[in-house]
């Protein structure tokens, strides 16, 4: 089997997304009001959020799907943003690969799992036959993809996208039309190509349960990151322009427009409400 291609980072930089209008009694829509976030090479990331907070959009920019209004959208060196249309769209056919939420949608359903998997390769020079052993395909490899089951679908699409040689995996809900052994399945198999293949892993999801099988969950609120969670803890993010968003159930007790006054602590910084007798 060929080295593996190791992953590739990817930042984006203040950026905004807007949606145009598309009729004269409709609003544009922001659904991106600066995004700051920094994934390294190799990481196995899960944006986290409600729906509606912007995580397909975030995922269509880094797949390159979607140009940023403002704010730039790096994949390793290359500012997607700014790509040229003919350069954007070989970058996607190599360094990224999109796995969509709906299985039918990602593979070739009279194609066999092999042919899938081969017509992936492309120039990559992975070997699919050995990549789908290696990844517990093997029993797979003759059936027709079409037949298969949703989470045996998102699996192939996962292999398909190793094979392709991609630095960088995007998946957006690639479990959510799937139980919970699918789920299992597939959550293991992005496991591995993080942990195995050093490839970067990024997905959306609403799950938590999910969620929680990645290293690192970034949760997008209202169209900017709200908090990240590491090794089980959560912590609240210092945005470029210096603002910090509370967590939901502190917002609620602190509503916007309330006046804190933030001091500094032996450990850090404290945020103390203006107090009545204050006022
Ligand atoms: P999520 O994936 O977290 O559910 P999205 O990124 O899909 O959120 O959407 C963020 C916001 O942008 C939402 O308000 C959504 O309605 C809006 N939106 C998404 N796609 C489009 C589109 N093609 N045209 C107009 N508005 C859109
Ligand atoms: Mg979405």
């Known amino acids: 089997m060929s080295a593996p291609t ?5 930042r984006c930089e203040s950026v ?6 598309t009729g004269e009694d409709v609003d544009d829509v922001v659904a991106l ?5 920094d994934i390294d ?14 995580k397909s959009t ?9 140009r ?6 790096l994949i390793g060196p ?7 249309p003919r350069q954007l769209a070989r970058l996607r056919g190599s360094v990224v690969a999109l796995v969509l939420q709906n299985p039918s949608r990602n593979l070739l359903p009279y194609a066999t799992v092999r042919q899938n998997v081969g017509f992936a390769a492309g120039s990559s020079g992975v070997d699919p036959g050995e990549l789908i052993e290696r990844l517990g395909l093997g029993p797979l490899s003759d059936r027709v993809a079409g037949r298969l089951s949703g989470g045996e679908q998102q699996r192939v699409a996962i292999a398909a996208a190793v094979c392709s040689g991609a630095q960088l995996l995007l998946a957006d809900e690639p479990t959510s039309q799937l139980d919970a052994g699918g789920r299992a399945d597939v959550m293991d198999l992005l496991g591995r190509v993080h942990a195995e293949f050093g490839r970067t892993v990024v997905l959306v999801t609403h799950d938590t349960t999910v969620a929680s099988r990645t290293t690192r969950t970034v949760s997008i609120r209202d169209g900017r990151v709200g908090a990240e969670g590491m090794h089980g803890r959560e912590y ?4 470029r322009d210096g603002t910090l968003q509370l967590p939901p159930d502190l917002l609620e007790q602190f509503p916007p427009g309330t006046l804190l006054s933030v001091r500094r602590s032996a450990d850090g910084i404290a945020l103390v409400a203006r107090s009545e007798d204050e006022r």
């Open 236 to 239: 609240a993010v210092v945005g």
């Open 41 to 54: 090479a190799g990481e196995f990331v899960a944006l986290l959020g409600p729906s509606g907070s912007g």
């Open 68 to 73: 940023p209004s403002a704010g730039r959208v």
């Open 58 to 66: 975030v995922l269509g920019l880094l797949a390159g799907v979607l």
């Open 33 to 37: 009001r600066g995004v700051d976030l």
């Open 78 to 84: 290359h500012d997607v943003g700014r790509m040229p």
């Open 16 to 21: 905004v997304h807007i949606y145009p209008a």
């Open 6 to 10: 190791a992953g590739v980072g990817v």
